[in-house]
């Protein structure tokens, strides 16, 4: 089973940019649907984005036109690039192999003046 293991959370002002990453330990990620989700303090868990093997692209609403969601096949990697963050983007981030219905272990990010 692919292993996925989320990087690249932290703390950031208001109005700044992250890029998550998530590295899968198989290319078998290549043939699947990715996502990324998040889960807030006290919240269920939501979707954020998805990526399927043939490009198309899904985003929630409240994230549309702020977040990216990219893949690099080569590296076995999945990118969710974040921009003009908002204190409510606050959560983990989780990476999902969504037809394998694997889960990373999450990375946190904290937008917070």
């Known amino acids: 089973q692919v292993q996925l293991v989320e990087s690249g959370g932290g703390l950031v002002q208001p109005g700044g940019s992250l890029m998550l990453s998530c590295a899968a330990s198989?290319?078998?990620?290549?043939?699947?649907?990715m996502g990324w989700f998040r889960q807030s303090l006290g919240k269920q868990r939501e979707f954020v984005a998805s990526?399927?093997?043939?490009?198309?692209?899904n985003y929630a609403g409240s994230v549309s036109g702020r977040l990216t969601i990219s893949r690099d096949n080569a590296k076995n990697t999945v990118y969710l690039q974040m921009n003009n963050l908002k204190p409510e983007d606050t959560a983990d981030y989780y990476c999902?192999?969504?037809?394998?219905?694997?889960w990373g272990r999450g990375t946190q990010v904290t937008v917070s003046s």
């Open positions: 999902r192999a969504i037809f394998s219905n694997v």
């Open positions: 198989d290319g078998s990620i290549r043939f699947d649907t």
């Open positions: 990526l399927s093997s043939s490009g198309s692209i």
